[in-house]
């Protein structure tokens, strides 16, 4: 059995005991890693300075460059977010629905840990940090491939979580485990009997390859093609004010929107005015004939409605109804998030109904979609999954349920026929 | 663009009108289906027959035969289910959860369909009826392949019932269609971008062919080795009849026990009573050593442990410990329903957590992990998988959510920095 099946299947036998470890054994496991990255903050710093010197000779990004840095204040910032998981309520345990199948004979579905999670990251270290801390919470064990510029980084924290969660009950040991390689996470992928879920927090090209090389359902989005469509019953100065948000308050992340779709009733009085906006602010617009009419700007190519740009870049389409701006949206976009600027509460409600995006937004920013804004407090990741978990994905979309039926020795065959017993399917919660 | 990818293209379309028709609708059309299945019964059986005469020229295996019979009384059955369908509350459109994320931008969790669903069953036509309903009065489009040895009914069936709802509802063009062959199936299974979700509802090796060859994600079970532990504590009178059930009543299923694990404290006095119990209903025993020292059967070997028999045929062993059982499930257990027979609650309490299983069960027989039995209605079939929807599965599991987001303007930009407005996050559901 090769080292990868083997760290597989210690994770597997870690997760058959956490389910049972009591809430406070977790969260003082979690106070123990806090403490850990605490005192060890200055071998955090001088393994990330390793890692930053090897990138900066490397001569990698310097966006990467900078995601990479995990500063004494990014620590803090990691047991700031360690304690705020620790207060959050337990989310596994709880009976989601209790039925009286006959008198005592009693059906619980009863929330549980997903299992074992596979979860790669790009750069940033404290991913580490955040996502096995929430695998503990929920009582998943975690196996986690960092990227290999973090290398130093990701080692030393794994290595104090670690011993971190031992120390405080040695049914941890296997909970969070380190991948170091590339090749040791893709063989990862064919373990479909051992791994329950993988979850890839990083480039489009990086998502869909692992979607491709493995049975293992994988959570998380490829793309974030995100749209904001002005009604010709919009309130234009507050579109102007969304719209810009939208586009310009953040332009590199996946809920930033990409194509503004406008109403024709409107648009010669809205376009110059976004226009502007949008041109003070450096933003490149690319419209359609129509749009080009009104304003000057480059042509958008049909190639342009389906790009994610994640730059200061945007297309304009003109639309002549909400139907056509619908029908628009739910053919290009990735379905992570859109949204309607309108006065009309009709209009806002047949969009958000069939827009088939995992947020739809009435008269606010494409840039709320974020866990953190949602109040789930920290997230694993941004879901654009049509089961399981959708959008932003916090504690809860790392539990399943089962169900637990207790009798009093009742048997099948007692039920059946004409003259068996007969089913209460009595719901008691 | 080929013909698969275009039903597939309708059915997408479908599926973006379905999610706003309102419930009357829906249950309409459904009435609709269950009166056209009347008055078309014996174009039903005639078409029924046609297959009939067919499966026995072919001398296809006579249990197959069996299930491919749709009768007039088979037909009464469906008509009954989908009235029982229409009677079910609305599985779409339910606030999950309510949350102001600041004054004015209220944050709604909202059920709503998955999308589009492929369903590929074998041999008996009603599943056709059955998912279609499930599918409809969920919001769902589907796209279905029965066994080509039913054809002749499936083909009728699909006309009736693209008749029956369009007639209700054009917007219901696309939402049931029906593929004719296996080569058009797993074309299907190319188009990740178009169809949400397979259910294969048929032999293990249609499962696991489905799952590798695709990238949609699958719901469903490949296998069901179910056991039922026997602890020191065991009630032995209620031990026999619940295991002779489990095994007996019905062994073709898949939640019916494949192995029994005994405690060794009470096997010699437990072991004699349901072998005699056992030999009389004709059930072939292999037991391992220690049990062959209690009671004379052939030997289990390695692979005994791993089997579905779905046969009159149970492996048996003896274990030293609760531990050791749930250790021996977690292992060999396909995850589908284990059950523990004591008189301890927290024996029981301990195997219900730390079994891995859908469903979990203390004094009381696996055959009763079953939709019907469980009261939901109709079921598509009983997943294992850990992510979406897990054991027997109705309308709940065919629906995911969406996040819709209200408000009056806000731009993330206002809660940005130190200065910055503060979420409120109040829980309002």
């Excluded at 597997?12 to 956490?18: A, D, E, I, Q, T």
């Excluded at 479909?192 to 993988?198: A, E, F, R, T």
């Excluded at 102007?240 to 992340?253: G, L």
Aim: with cysteine; charged share 30%.
């Amino acid at each position: 059995m090769d080292a990868i099946r083997a760290a597989a299947e210690k994770a597997r036998k870690s997760s058959y005991s956490l389910s049972s470890i009591p809430l406070d054994v977790r969260n003082a496991a979690l106070e123990s890693i806090a403490l850990a990255l605490e005192s060890n903050s200055e071998k955090i710093t001088e393994a990330n300075a390793k890692d930053m010197k090897a990138a900066e000779e490397m001569k990698l990004p310097q966006a990467l460059i900078k995601r990479l840095k995990y500063s004494q204040d990014k620590i803090s910032e990691s047991v700031t977010s360690i304690r705020s998981i620790m207060q959050q309520e337990d989310v596994i345990g709880k009976v989601l629905s209790k039925t009286e199948l006959d008198e005592g004979l009693i059906l619980d579905k009863v929330s549980c840990p997903i299992g074992v999670i596979g979860v790669v990251f790009e750069s940033r270290p404290d991913a580490l940090v955040q996502i096995s801390c929430l695998c503990l919470k929920s009582g998943n064990a975690v196996l986690l491939k960092g990227g290999s510029e973090a290398k130093n980084t990701n080692l030393i924290l794994a290595e104090l979580i670690q011993k971190a969660i031992i120390s405080v009950d040695e049914r941890f040991d296997g909970t969070v485990q380190l991948l170091s390689t590339r090749e040791e996470f893709q063989s990862l992928l064919k373990h479909d009997d051992l791994i329950d879920l993988i979850i890839p927090r990083g480039s489009n090209q990086l998502v869909r390859s692992i979607m491709e090389s493995t049975r293992i359902p994988v959570m998380g989005h490829a793309a974030g093609i995100c749209h904001t469509y002005v009604d010709k019953d919009a309130d234009l100065k507050m579109a102007a004010k969304v719209c810009f948000d939208a586009k310009v308050q953040y332009p590199a992340v996946c809920n930033a929107t990409e194509t503004l779709l406008i109403h024709s009733d409107i648009a010669e009085k809205f376009l110059p005015v976004i226009a502007e906006e949008y041109g003070k602010a450096g933003v490149e617009m690319r419209g359609d004939e129509r749009v080009r009419k009104i304003v000057e700007m480059s042509a958008a190519s049909e190639n342009d409605w389906s790009e994610e740009y994640n730059d200061l870049v945007i297309s304009i389409k003109i639309v002549d109804s909400l139907r056509e701006a619908i029908d628009h949206i739910n053919r290009y976009s990735s379905h992570h998030t859109d949204a309607i600027i309108t006065s009309s509460e009709a209009a806002a409600e047949e969009f958000m109904d069939d827009v088939d995006s995992s947020s739809t937004m009435w008269n606010t920013s494409t840039r709320f979609a974020d866990g953190y804004r949602y109040g789930l407090g920290a997230e694993v990741g941004i879901s654009t999954n049509k089961t399981h978990a959708r959008g932003p994905v916090g504690l809860e979309g790392l539990t399943i349920y089962k169900y637990k039926l207790r009798g009093k020795g009742q048997t099948v065959a007692e039920y059946s026929g004409k003259d068996g017993r007969k089913y209460t399917h009595r719901k008691l919660l």
